[in-house]
C-alpha cells in the first residue's frame, strides 16, 4: 500500500510534528516521509478529507461481539470493521461470549478469527471458569496464546479470597486483573441508579455504595498482595476518589469510564426506554461531573465505550427484564467533542495501550502507520443511519454529536466509514 494523507493536523504530543498540518507518505504499512507538502510524481493514492485531524490508533478496552454463540448480536469480522470505521485501530474483547473465553483454545478461535482484519483484536480472558466466580481459570496458558488481562465481564468477585490469590499468582507473568466492582448483595434487585428518578418512576435502586464498597475492598486487597488491577466503568464521584488516594499510595490501579457516563445521567430514564438500562447504571449529574474532573486530572486512565450489542428481543421488553448494555463505537468520538476537550479526548483514547502492555506508534518518519483519522468540527444528529453495528440498541439516538470519525489506517490497510 502506498498512499498519501493531505492537509492533516497531528494531534500526538509525543510526535514532532504535533499540531502541525501537513502531508503523509505511507509505503507498506510505515510512514516513510512527513512534510509540509509532498510531491506525487507516482500518483499514488490520496487521502483528502474536511478538516482533517489525525492521531495516534485509538483504542477501546472493553468491546464485546457476540461471536462465538450470539452473531446474531454481532460478529467479530464485522464487529471489527464497525470498530475501523468509527477510528478505532484496536479493541479489547470480552470474553462474555458462548462459549465463555476461559481458555487457551478460545483464545485461539477468536484471534484466528480476526486475522487480516484492520482493527486488531486483543482478547480478554475470563478470570474464573465459565465466569461463575468459583474457580480460576487457566490464566497462564491465556497469557501465552495472548490475552491481554483476565476478568468477568460485569460480574464481581464475591470470593475475596480467590481475587487475591489471581493478584498473587498473575506477578509471575505479569499479568493485569480486571476487576469489576458491584457488591452483588447491596445492589439486590436494583435495575437504575438509587434517588430521585428511581423513587420518581417506581424502580429499585441500585445505590453508589454497591459500587464504591467493592471497589475499596479489591484497592485493600490489592494493597496488600501486590499485582496489577484494572478497574473499568466506574460510575460515581466517590469512586474517583479511591482510585485517587490509592494512587498516591503508589499502588498500580488504573480504572475506565464509558462514554455514556460521561455523557448522559439519570434524567434519561423518564420514558422507562430500557436503550439506558446499562451496568453500572447511570448515575446523576453530580457524578458525572466528577468522572468529567477524575478525566481531567488523570486519576482516570481511559474512555471506553462499553460496546454491548444486544437483540431487540433482549430490549424490547418490561424495563425490570431488558437486559443491561448499550452499543456505542459509532457514537464515541461523536459524542465525546460535547463534554471534553479534543485533545484530552485523543489522550484518553489512546494512553489505556500502555495499561494493557500494548505498544503505541508515534506519527513520526519510520514508525508503523496505526493512525486514527477524524474531523472534531461540524454539528449533526446521531440517528439510525449512524449505526453500522448488527444491533441497533444505542442509547445515543437523537443525541446532538459534533465532529466525526472518518476511519483508520492499520496493518497496511485504509478503512473510511
Not at 134 to 141: G, N, Q, R, W, Y
Not at 159 to 168: D, F, H, T
Request: charge should be negative; glycine fraction near 8%.
Amino acid at each position: 500500500m502506498k498512499l498519501i494523507i493531505r492537509n492533516a493536523k497531528i494531534i500526538d504530543p509525543q510526535s514532532p510534528f504535533n499540531n502541525q498540518t501537513v502531508d503523509i507518505l505511507i509505503v507498506d504499512g510505515f510512514i516513510e516521509k512527513i512534510a509540509t507538502s509532498l510531491a506525487n510524481p507516482e500518483n499514488v493514492e490520496e487521502v483528502q478529507l474536511n478538516h482533517l485531524h489525525v492521531s495516534q490508533g485509538w483504542f477501546d478496552s472493553s468491546v464485546c461481539l457476540g461471536e462465538p454463540g450470539f452473531e446474531d448480536r454481532e460478529t467479530i469480522a464485522n464487529g471489527l470493521l464497525v470498530a475501523a470505521k468509527s477510528g478505532f485501530t484496536g479493541i479489547a474483547l470480552q470474553p462474555n461470549s458462548f462459549p465463555i473465553i476461559d481458555n487457551q483454545s478460545q483464545i485461539n478461535f477468536v484471534k484466528n478469527k480476526a486475522n487480516g482484519q484492520a482493527t486488531e483484536l486483543f482478547p480478554i480472558g475470563a478470570l474464573t471458569k465459565n465466569t461463575e466466580g468459583k474457580d480460576m481459570a487457566e490464566l497462564f496458558d491465556m497469557k501465552q496464546a495472548g490475552a491481554i488481562a483476565f476478568g468477568d465481564y460485569n460480574r464481581s468477585l464475591d470470593n475475596a479470597n480467590l481475587l487475591k490469590i489471581a493478584l498473587q499468582y498473575t506477578q509471575d507473568f505479569d499479568g493485569l486483573v480486571i476487576a469489576f466492582a458491584q457488591e452483588e448483595k447491596i445492589k439486590g434487585n436494583g435495575v437504575v441508579n438509587e434517588g430521585v428518578v428511581s423513587t420518581r418512576l417506581g424502580l429499585k435502586g441500585i445505590p453508589n455504595l454497591a459500587e464504591e464498597l467493592q471497589i475499596a475492598r479489591n484497592l485493600f486487597l490489592l494493597e496488600y498482595t501486590g499485582g496489577k488491577m484494572h478497574i473499568p466503568t466506574i460510575s460515581t464521584a466517590k469512586s474517583v476518589a479511591l482510585i485517587q488516594k490509592a494512587k498516591a499510595k503508589g499502588l498500580q490501579v488504573s480504572c475506565s469510564v464509558s462514554v455514556h457516563h460521561l455523557t448522559m445521567t439519570d434524567e434519561k430514564l423518564d420514558n422507562f426506554d430500557t436503550r439506558y438500562k446499562v451496568t453500572p447504571p447511570l448515575r446523576t449529574e453530580a457524578d458525572r461531573q466528577a468522572l468529567i474532573s477524575g478525566i481531567l486530572d488523570n486519576t482516570i486512565d481511559m474512555i471506553t465505550t462499553d460496546h454491548n450489542p444486544i437483540d431487540i428481543e433482549h430490549k424490547k421488553m418490561e424495563f425490570d427484564t431488558a437486559k443491561n448494555g448499550t452499543i456505542g463505537l459509532e457514537s464515541a468520538f461523536c459524542t465525546l467533542t460535547k463534554v471534553l476537550p479534543l485533545e484530552k479526548i485523543i489522550e484518553k483514547l489512546t494512553e489505556g495501550k500502555t495499561v494493557f502492555g500494548i505498544e503505541n506508534s508515534v506519527i513520526k518518519e519510520g514508525a508503523i502507520a496505526n493512525i486514527s483519522l477524524f474531523n472534531p468540527e461540524g454539528k449533526s444528529t446521531f440517528t439510525k443511519t449512524s449505526i453500522l453495528s448488527k444491533s441497533k440498541n444505542s442509547a445515543f439516538l437523537g443525541m446532538e454529536t459534533q465532529g466525526k470519525a472518518y476511519g483508520i489506517i492499520n496493518k497496511g490497510k485504509l478503512i473510511l466509514a
